[in-house]
């Protein structure tokens, strides 16, 4: 089998989207990958179900309810799931590369005052109703309180509105829970479990870095340092000096790492991609923004250039559902459910239609 061949089928069985790595449930699920893109709120149930043997939607929601799963800004000023008790670890760990987004939050406005008003009216609020609050909920809490949330010299209405909301994430004053509506609710992170020590400066820094290097390695390797620098937002200098210490972070969580093909990765991937890889190869029909594809800096084990034209064929930060057979993308779906296939994957329309049909049947599913 040819080397890029095992990279991919690697990555989706490292991932969890075969049943010899499928997780027991959602928070297994996101725990396996340390963090998952979910900057679409739709697509969040698919891309953990997808991950996990035989949960419904309800049980992913579920998990969101019960406080197991938040949603934030941990890294990238990407928004991403995580389970609750990596939430502050991970935002303390990774805040520094964020000094770029703060200055230009402080060109909106959003002074140390501000951001010290918004938080308590927040909250307020949530004494309230700890439950959680939608975005208009808190937005019309803040304007009463007399706190403006749109800058009259932006084009972009609400772009204050949203650096506000995340800066509060940031701060780790709020997180996203509850699904209601389609809408996950606002909730008090502040009781979450706290990360004493990681922060850049501190003395647990360079450890957790290397922690996150690991689980990281773990749950989408194999990777090298310009994978880590692409999905955490870290200098190349940083990711490589992560990796490095990789293995003996690895080893001390009880996830030991090696090297396979050229990246780090579980130590067992070579035994799996053997006994798996039939699995690995079988059709995935997985929804936007997944972490299989939007994980990586090289993912050209996935696909060509011709394949990321078909994902994001408007290049503005907007992907389409994609199905893979073989490790590498063949068909994506476009807007009206139509299936179009990658250049030379025509007899793979059918099946690609079929198990996107199967994933839209489980997403309106409401019983467990």
């Known amino acids: 089998m040819e080397a890029s061949r095992r990279v991919s089928l690697g990555r989706i069985i490292a991932q969890g989207l075969v049943p010899a790595t499928a997780a027991r449930s959602p928070l297994d699920a996101v725990e396996n990958l340390a963090a998952l893109q ?11 179900g997808v991950r996990c043997a035989g949960v419904s939607r309800a049980r992913v929601e579920e998990s969101f309810a019960r406080g197991e799963l938040v949603r934030s800004w941990p890294m990238r000023g990407t928004v991403h799931v ?27 406005g959003l002074t140390a005052a501000l951001v010290e008003r918004a938080a308590q009216v927040a909250c307020d609020l949530l004494e309230t109703s700890p439950l959680g609050v939608s975005r208009a909920e808190l937005v019309e809490a803040w304007g009463s309180s007399g706190i403006d949330t749109v800058t009259a010299s932006s084009s972009q209405d609400g772009l204050r509105r949203r650096h506000l909301i995340m800066r ?12 209601r509506a389609g809408e996950h609710l606002m909730v008090d992170a502040r009781p979450l479990p706290d990360a ?17 290097a690991a689980r990281y ?15 955490t937002g870290l200098t ?41 890889s039939g699995e690995a190869e079988a059709m995935l029909a997985l929804p936007s923004f997944d972490e299989l594809h939007v994980g990586y800096k090289d993912r050209s084990c996935l696909t060509d250039e011709a394949g990321e034209a078909l994902i994001c064929p408007a290049k503005n930060g907007m992907f389409r559902p994609i199905a893979v057979a073989g490790g590498r993308v063949v068909a994506v779906r476009a807007p009206g459910s139509r299936v179009v296939t990658a250049d030379g994957c025509g007899t793979y329309e059918e099946s690609a239609r079929r198990a996107f049909g199967d994933w839209e049947k489980w997403l309106s599913e409401t019983q467990q």
Do not use: Y
């Open 82 to 108: 995580t389970s609750a008790r990596d939430h502050h670890w991970l935002r303390r760990l990774l805040r520094h590369r964020r000094a770029s987004w703060e200055r230009q939050a402080l060109a909106l």
């Open 196 to 212: 004493p020590g990681v922060a850049k400066g501190e003395s647990g820094h360079e450890e957790a870095l290397a922690v996150l």
């Open 38 to 48: 979910g900057q679409q709120a739709s697509a969040i149930p698919w891309a953990i």
């Open 236 to 276: 190349l200098t940083e990711a490589r000096r992560a990796l490095a210490g990789a293995r003996v972070a690895g080893e001390s969580i009880g996830l030991p790492i090696a090297e396979f093909e050229g990246g780090l990765a579980r130590a067992d991937l070579a035994d799996l991609v053997e006994a798996s």
């Open 217 to 231: 390695a773990w749950g989408h390797g194999p990777v090298d340092e310009a994978d880590l620098a692409r999905w």
């Open 168 to 179: 509060l994430h940031l701060d780790g004053v709020l997180a996203a829970g509850p699904v």
